[in-house]
């Protein structure tokens, strides 16, 4: 790549303008790397991604991960690759392939949280083992002083099945001797309990009762004459460090020499244990658990005690202090080695909201980069943040990053292609099937004040009492109660618009509304409360209580941000993993960052979004499909159609309810499934049935997968069933109504009926496919291709959206449009869009198009045109230019309005009539575009005033157009790769 093509645009910002040397991709395509596909598989299909014209591999996290781990975000050593994947010539193979293609690639990192609990986290062996005295306990976000005193100084630990008194009497907690290392710990299934050295003399006194030994003795006495895990002073923590290991090793020596020794550790650790019979055979295991730095528990225990913070609710994932410079630098230490090698091009930030100060974090870690790389410039890497944005929200301008990682676009587009002129019809038909009237907003604030009950009370609790210390500083405000704060402060959350403000040392404008925002709402919501404990919340959030000493200031600030980083697992916990599955009016919008209650969006605020876009963020990434979408993005355009249909939609689901009614059961007096599970699964079905007959085992295989989805569906919607509260006759009933209304045989009278309606819909599905495609390829951004997403894909959430790629069939396909022979016209490819020939052309040519023109798409502005005639609604427009390079992108939209239900291509003058699409005045001149997808050259035509191009002859011979001018400069050869940066 030349050093013109290297050049960040010029940025709108002072101070944040990217270095010369940044390489911004010029379109990525994302890889779940695991055991199932490693660095030798993605090495293979390297070719094949150079052919299509993807600049760089956009990885899932490849550092060592939990075993079995089938996404990456458990990592447990941020300094090592995960041997699944694969070692460390495996890695450099990869990148060398991608090297000798011109292309570079991206890794997704997991700076927030780390997999705990099992034992393959050292880290969190050794806060296990020396509590707050641990080398390691400042690395965890742990409250060594929560609320119950008889926590104090413990960290919990739920990982037992069943209550703890239970489980020990079971005898399913054994103490073990670990010779290698001299050490003992507690086991419990996978789970490794390290015990505190200083407790080791009450084993070892057992161990001196059948054997004489002095060094043991020696070792005993050294063991108890350890410092205390409360004794904080650095010398302190040196000396048990130190000095614990040194006994350890002492014991491990003095066993592994002396059989007699060895085989008294073993007498005295089973007489810890006990016969079930005999409880009190387990008092002596139980009086050393008591004496550890961790507090045995049922996992149910952590919803309400647990005193670290999670991962969301998930308790084998611990949050990291990335904030302190210790844990920055030792989590950073193999991916800036990288970087420096020139082995990584640019990052993604796993769960940026979750991080103590996100600008900060960003900040110090543009800076590393730029002092291992040489760089100059706050923005010294290609870095995107995984950040969900409401519609009327946008990232922090001061963010030394290139954007998100695409969800805010993925719901613009697909907005787009809803007709919004039938939000009340779409609704009268939803609350008539279920027969309850919901509403989206009472939704997600009942599933929030749902996640703060149950699964993430803890978090709230913490905060709480970090509030109530707060109020207890002050005589006019220490009468607020524990249980009023806690309440306020949960109505606060709920209420919340966004995922979470950014409240540093001062407070943004915008974080200043949201902040408001959800102070006035909570105050309507719940107005018995006392107006005074919502003027002291707000006021502590906008850090405007007084605080006459820097101690209380420096405890308002971290309350303050505190509260940041738990309303984000809130509010996801409570929208994306309890709400999205329970309003289903239309499943197409209920995606992550998506907002339900707004039904469509239209093209003014497509354009609106791409306009700001090229303005403040031109290199975020776009998507449409993530492994993290609820559903794929082939799916969502499918789903659209029903907005186009829904008196036909409405007349369809009462059939087949009729139909089904004898199949349903009922469950605990209401019949199950429930109305609202059957709408989900009908628009399920129509949503993801294959594009052709599945034969007898591949319909097997899609009604498994129908089945998973289903179950996973009731489980977060947490109405009938739960992960954690399950309904096993609820499930089988939902599991034998799915079977059945899915049993291949002649006398079904539902799966007739249903595939003469879904195959009137798929149809116009695939156009809008083709739509959505184009519009994330040329709009501004990075595009980004979701692993087998070039081809149709109708997947559901993980793990589905997770399956292995068809890569040999991918591969086949490309070579048939590289050699284009006649079948292969974009008119044939259009003429049969079942087969997905269509998609990989479409994505294929502009890909090309994008390589051969770099500038154009990465520094070329955007221009929303203007569309006249009949059909106008139901085209999307736009124009991007860089100097004498133009382009021109017509994406029509809201095919089954615009074609009825004949079966014809939306091709042609009988369709399009006169509908024009302007052009900007500079383009008025130009004598001719040419369509990259068929080759056609078009001229530009008049209509009184006005001058453009013509629907009917854009798209003459395929569903969407993609013009240019000025993009055919001698010597440019479209198919040729691009040099990495590296290269020179």
């Known amino acids: 790549m030349n050093r013109a093509e290297r050049r960040g645009p010029a940025r709108r910002r002072a101070g944040l303008s990217d270095a010369p040397e940044v390489l911004v991709p010029r379109a990525t395509y994302r890889v779940q790397l695991n055991a199932g596909f490693t660095f030798r598989d993605a090495t293979a299909i390297v070719p094949y991604l150079a052919a299509l014209g993807i600049s760089h591999v956009y990885c899932s996290p490849y550092f060592r991960a939990r075993a079995g781990s089938t996404h990456g975000y458990d990592v447990v050593d941020h300094n090592s690759f995960n041997p699944e994947i694969g070692q460390r010539d495996d ?47 400042a690395f965890f976000d742990i409250d060594w002083a929560p609320s119950n005193p008889e926590r104090a100084h413990k960290v919990l630990v739920p990982v037992l099945a069943g209550p703890y008194g239970t489980v020990l009497e079971r005898g399913e907690l054994e103490l073990r001797f670990e010779p290698h290392s001299g050490s003992f710990a507690v086991y419990y299934q996978w789970h490794r309990l390290p015990l505190d050295p200083r407790t080791y003399p009450r084993i070892l006194d057992r161990v001196a009762a059948l054997v004489s030994n002095t060094e043991l003795e020696n070792i005993r006495r050294s063991l108890a004459a350890l410092p205390d895990r409360q004794a904080l002073m650095p010398e302190q923590v040196a000396e048990r460090n130190r000095e614990k290991q040194l006994h350890k090793q002492r014991l491990a020596v003095l066993a592994a020499g002396n059989p007699q020794v060895a085989a008294a550790i073993e007498a005295a650790v089973r007489s810890f244990g006990g016969p079930a019979a005999e ?153 008539a099937v279920i027969d309850e009237p919901l509403e989206w907003r009472d939704v997600a604030y009942e599933c929030q004040q749902l996640v703060l009950r149950r699964s993430l009370a803890s978090e709230l609790n913490v905060a709480t009492n970090q509030l109530a210390r707060i109020a207890r500083a002050d005589r006019r405000t220490r009468d607020f109660t524990y249980n009023g704060l806690r309440t306020a402060l949960a109505e606060v959350i709920a209420c919340f618009p966004v995922y979470r403000t950014y409240v540093a040392a001062t407070v943004a404008d915008s974080d200043r509304r949201y902040i408001e925002w959800a102070i006035a709402s909570a105050r309507r919501r719940h107005a018995a409360t006392e107006a005074s404990v919502f003027d002291f919340v707000r006021a502590a959030l906008l850090l405007e209580l007084p605080a006459p000493t820097d101690e209380l200031r420096r405890r308002m600030r971290a309350f303050a941000m505190k509260f940041q980083q738990i309303t984000a697992p809130i509010t996801a916990k409570g929208i994306e993993d309890t709400a999205l599955y329970r309003f289903n009016r239309l499943l197409s919008l209920n ?139 609820y499930e089988e009933a939902l599991l034998q109504f799915v079977r059945s ?94 087969d997905g020939r269509a998609k990989l052309l479409l994505t294929w040519k502009t890909l090309q198009l994008r390589r051969a023109h770099p500038q154009l798409f990465r520094d070329g502005d955007y221009r929303r045109l203007r569309v006249r005639g009949s059909q106008a609604q139901h085209v999307c427009a736009f124009a991007r230019r860089f100097r004498q390079q133009s382009l021109v992108v017509i994406a029509p939209r809201l095919y089954r309005r615009l074609l009825g239900d004949e079966g014809a291509l939306p091709l042609g003058e009988a369709v399009w009539g006169e509908t024009l699409i302007e052009l900007p005045r500079e383009e008025r001149s130009r004598a001719s575009f040419r369509n990259v997808l068929d080759g056609a050259q078009l001229s530009p035509v008049r209509q009184g005033e006005s001058a453009g191009v013509l629907a009917a002859h854009a798209l003459a011979e395929f569903p969407v157009a993609l013009l240019t001018c000025g993009c055919d400069a001698p010597g440019t050869d479209p198919d040729g790769a691009t040099p990495h940066a590296a290269a020179g």
């Not at 004898?662 to 007096?669: L, P």
């Not at 045989?745 to 798929?762: H, K, P, S, T, Y």
């Open 91 to 137: 890695f450099e193979l990869f990148v060398a392939a991608l090297r000798a293609h011109g292309m570079g690639h991206i890794v997704d990192i997991v700076p927030n949280h780390v997999g705990i609990l099992g034992a393959d986290n050292a880290w969190w062996m050794d806060v296990l083992e020396n509590g707050e005295a641990s080398s390691y306990a």
């Open 279 to 431: 409880p009190a055979s387990f008092d002596a295991l139980h009086e050393l658990l008591e004496l550890q730095a961790y507090h045995l528990a049922y996992w149910r225990v952590a919803a309400q005690d647990i005193n670290y913070r999670r991962f969301f609710d998930v308790n084998d994932l611990a949050a990291l202090r990335v904030d302190n410079d210790a844990v920055f630098e030792v989590t950073h230490r193999l991916v800036l080695q990288l970087i420096a090698a020139g082995m990584i091009d640019g990052l993604r930030i796993d769960h940026a909201d979750g991080l103590y100060d996100p600008a900060g974090y960003f900040r110090r870690l543009q800076e590393r980069i730029a002092a291992v790389t040489g760089r100059r410039g706050a923005r010294a890497l290609y870095l995107v943040v995984e950040k969900i944005t409401a519609s009327f929200e946008h990232l922090p301008a001061d963010w030394p990053v290139h954007g998100e990682t695409g969800y805010h676009f993925a719901n613009v587009v697909n907005r787009m292609l809803v007709d919004s002129a039938t939000r009340a019809r779409m609704d009268r038909v939803y609350r």
């Open 591 to 729: 995606e992550v960052g998506g907002e339900p209650g707004n039904y469509g969006g239209g093209v003014r605020a497509f354009h609106a979004d791409a306009e700001y876009r090229v303005r403040h963020w031109p290199h975020e990434m776009l998507a449409t499909s993530t492994h993290d979408t609820k559903r794929s993005e082939d799916v969502r355009a499918r789903l659209n159609v029903l907005s186009e249909m829904s008196t036909p939609w409405r007349d369809a689901v009462r059939r087949w309810s009729r139909i089904n009614r004898s199949r349903t059961r009922e469950v605990d007096g209401r019949q199950a499934p429930s109305r609202n599970d059957e709408y989900h699964f009908y628009q399920t079905l129509v949503g993801t049935w294959p594009l052709t007959e599945p034969d007898p085992a591949a319909a097997a295989a899609y009604r498994e997968r129908i089945e998973a989805y289903m179950i996973k569906a009731a489980r977060e919607a947490k109405l009938r069933t739960s992960w954690t509260e399950t309904d096993a006759p």
């Open 741 to 834: 209304v899915l049993e291949p045989r002649d006398n079904n009278l539902f799966l007739g009926d249903f595939l003469e309606f879904q195959q009137r819909v798929a149809r116009f599905g695939l156009l809008n496919g083709l739509s959505q495609t184009l519009c994330k390829l040329t709009a501004p951004g990075v595009p980004d291709i979701y692993q087998g997403n070039e081809l149709w894909d109708f997947s559901l959430v993980d793990p589905d959206n997770r399956r292995a790629v068809d890569y040999r069939c991918r591969r086949a396909l490309l070579a048939e449009l590289h050699h284009a022979d006649a079948g292969a016209s974009p008119r044939a490819l259009a003429q049969r869009l079942q």
